[in-house]
T-cell receptor
Framework: GEDVEQSLFLSVREGDSSVINCTYT??????LYWYKQEPGAGLQLLTY?????DMKQDQRLTVLLNKKDKHLSLRIADTQTGDSAIYFC??????????FGKGTTLSVSS | DTGVSQNPRHKITKRGQNVTFRCDPI?????LYWYRQTLGQGPEFLTY????????KSRLLSDRFSAERPKGSFSTLEIQRTEQGDSAMYLC??????????????FGPGTRLTVT
């Protein structure tokens, strides 16, 4: 079945870049997403990319997609303490159920 | 636009009781989704609606779970005869396709259910 895998933890220093990686198995995925979840809160949509794109940049966020390897990454430039949260990778076909990874906990130290 | 809202935010109930949660989507969003999230896991899909029609249900959704969206606006999720394994955060999301957007799903704050 469909599966989304992420590394569980990432620790960086304030001001460094963070790179969170994700792999997925469903080759029919058309949209790939990154969500952020802070403690006790719902999920905040950060950015998404269509499967026919290789890269998308949005302020400090850069998403890279390697469709051949089914690999997605999220780069956060100039990471701040406020970026500490759990980041979820998710995929779907348009409008259908999202399949989520287990999330990567990003810890930013000052 | 006030975003997706969910009520109640927290619910504590005894095993065997019935509970009902409500979700109000972003106005004009025609799709509404329910997910369940347990500690240390990503959200798992339960069901979704387009307007009033329930288009898909997960195999996770046992017979004790029922969801409705009677007028194509708010939705309710009912769990009958709750079990301790139902303890989780229940998340609602809504979406709308416009132009070249792809039905991005926007989530509410969730309802945390504790079954004692």
């Amino acid at each position: 079945g469909e599966d989304v895998e992420q590394s569980l933890f990432l620790s960086v220093r304030e001001g460094d870049s963070s790179v969170i990686n994700c792999t997925y198995t469903d080759s029919s995925s058309t949209y790939l997403y990154w969500y952020k979840q802070e403690p006790g809160a719902g999920l905040q949509l950060l950015t998404y990319i269509f499967s026919n794109m290789d890269m998308k940049q949005d302020q400090r966020l850069t998403v890279l997609l390697n469709k051949k390897d089914k690999h997605l990454s999220l780069r956060i430039a100039d990471t701040q303490t406020g970026d500490s949260a759990i980041y979820f990778c998710a995929e779907n076909q348009a409008g259908t159920a999202l399949i989520f990874g287990k999330g990567t906990t990003l810890s930013v130290s000052s | 636009d006030t975003g997706v809202s969910q009520n109640p935010r927290h619910k504590i109930t005894k095993r065997g009781q019935n509970v009902t949660f409500r979700c109000d989507p972003i106005s004009e969003h025609n799709r509404l989704y329910w997910y369940r999230q347990t500690l240390g896991q990503g959200p798992e899909f339960l069901t979704y609606f387009q307007n009033e029609a329930q288009l898909e249900k997960s195999r996770l959704l046992s017979d004790r779970f029922s969801a409705e969206r009677p007028k194509g606006s708010f939705s309710t999720l009912e769990i009958q005869r709750t079990e301790q394994g139902d303890s989780a955060m229940y998340l609602c999301a809504s979406s709308f396709r416009e132009g070249r957007t792809g039905y991005e799903q926007y989530f509410g704050p969730g309802t945390r259910l504790t079954v004692t």
